[in-house]
């Protein structure tokens, strides 16, 4: 099946509208000279849909120069002289011009008389309808893109069904439970998800992982990062625009992200950074789910989820006056707070684990995993860039670790020495041995609840379970 012929539910409306114009037929062929479409005689003849072209010779022409052109006497023009129908045709005239994209030309665009009134028309036009079906294939160029990044999305996302979760979104530790049965309860409904939390907590992944569970998992998912797009552009970005609304603008125009999300989700992530002038046109967006284009007047009806992510107190910025109360309420539907590594305990060690698997396939290493001193070294750091900055620490040491136990001395110095880490510099031998010895139990501590669990984590660190109250009691922990 050719390109063309995916996106012929949009080329046959376009060639509908030009024959309700003009006083000529109109066909669209592919690159094997298959019509995708014809109208008026083409239709009559039944042999719209996927058949060779009278008109073999002629767009093959133009498909092989990328020209187009124009044919005014079909049974004696030297382009048509290689076509068997030649003598038998009963077009009198025909325009052809080439559909082109990454500077391939993948089809022709042709419009032929059939009568004497026709080829009057035709042939005393002809640079204007020239200019006409250049616009119409600019607009099929436009299409073709836009198949093009949703072929992208939906690998993606086949990507990520495939994986289940991705590796930033792994836990079992109480909070991401919790997370992981709302995100499951909610994840049916179309209603607007607000996710809160630090940098690099997986705000992006919760997002995913929702769109993953939902019934718009067959649906595309698109990401706009609200605070990396220039103000002046974030507004077409969101929305898409009309040809020549602007300076620079396509003569084609362009689809915003929210029609390209059109039976999926959006996730707008850094929605702290929404211009207030555009949040007045989100919030519209929200209440009437329709989109206007920049420069169009037209409502567009969609029909998508939106999630929403910040790391911003919207609160305060509320009472700030720099986001809109009636905006933040409309996203606030469902809340949703990733907690920072730090307070997820025991899942430290899990993410490293499986970020030691996945780099391990991605750079043909077969490291076996962490020493104990390395694993409490890791539980210890507060990670102040999460789970992203845990992922980047693994492929580190993954890159540079020469045996296959990752130890203490392998570790990056700002784990051991930096700011939050256990051992400062300029300390005596002594008070690092207190500093680091409190960290591992205090990071431990944080996993564990109850006689039975406190048991075992004496065990694993090879003291006893009164020698753990004692340090408790020293550390006051």
């Not at 040491?397 to 020469?402: K, R």
Request: charged share 25%; net charge neutral.
């Amino acid at each position: 099946m050719s390109i063309l012929t995916q996106i012929k539910s949009f080329i046959i409306p376009c060639v509908q509208a030009i024959a309700a114009i003009i006083n000529a037929e109109v066909t669209v062929v592919d690159g094997d000279l298959k019509r995708i479409y014809g109208s008026g005689f083409y239709r009559t003849l039944g042999r719209e849909v996927e058949e060779a072209d009278r008109h073999d010779s002629f767009f093959s022409g133009i498909l092989q120069t990328g020209e187009p052109g124009m044919v005014t006497d079909v049974r004696r023009a030297a382009a048509c002289r290689k076509c068997r129908l030649q003598q038998l045709c009963t077009t009198k005239a025909v325009i052809g011009y080439p559909i082109r994209y990454r500077e391939n030309t993948l089809g022709v665009i042709g419009i032929s008389a059939f009568t004497d009134a026709q080829y009057s028309y035709v042939t005393e036009n002809y640079q204007q309808l020239l200019e006409f079906i250049k616009y119409i294939s600019l607009l099929i160029e436009s299409q073709l893109q836009n198949l093009e990044y949703m072929d992208q999305l939906k690998m993606q996302m086949s990507d990520m069904n495939r994986e289940r979760a991705s590796a930033d979104f792994i836990g079992s530790s109480p909070k991401m439970a919790e997370l992981f049965s709302l995100a499951g309860r909610v994840a049916k409904s179309d209603s607007t998800i607000l996710i809160t939390g630090e940098n690099g907590s997986g705000k992006g992944e919760m997002a995913k992982y929702i769109h993953a569970l939902s019934n718009r998992s067959g649906g595309p998912m698109v990401s706009i990062n609200c605070g990396a797009i220039p103000e002046h552009l974030v507004e077409s970005e969101l929305f898409g625009y009309e040809g020549g609304s602007f300076t620079g603008a396509k003569k084609s125009g362009s689809v915003g992200k929210f029609e390209l999300a059109n039976k999926g989700t959006i996730f707008l992530d850094e929605i702290g950074e929404l211009p207030l002038l555009l949040q007045v046109k989100l919030l519209h967006v929200l209440q009437e789910r329709t989109v206007e284009r920049v420069g169009g007047k037209k409502p567009i009806p969609i029909d998508i989820r939106v999630i929403a992510a910040t790391n911003q107190d919207l609160k305060r910025m509320v009472a700030e006056h720099t986001f809109r109360q009636d905006l933040y309420y409309r996203l606030n539907v469902i809340p949703m707070e990733m907690p920072p590594l730090r307070e997820r305990g025991g899942d430290i060690i899990m993410l490293a684990r499986h970020f030691l698997d996945l780099y391990n396939h991605k750079l043909h290493k077969n490291l076996q995993g962490f020493t104990r001193p390395a694993e409490e070294v890791l539980r210890a750091y507060p990670w102040p860039g999460n789970v992203r900055e845990l992922r980047n620490i693994i492929e580190y040491l993954v890159n540079i670790a020469d045996s296959v136990m990752i130890d203490v001395q392998d570790l990056p110095p700002h784990l051991i020495q930096g700011d939050g880490a256990a051992i400062k510099p300029g300390a005596t031998l002594s008070e690092m041995v207190k500093n680091y010895e409190r960290s591992v139990l205090e990071a431990r501590l944080k996993t564990i609840s109850g006689r039975e669990e406190r048991l075992q984590a004496a065990r694993e660190l090879g003291i006893s379970q009164a020698t753990l109250y004692r340090k408790i009691a020293e550390y006051q922990l």
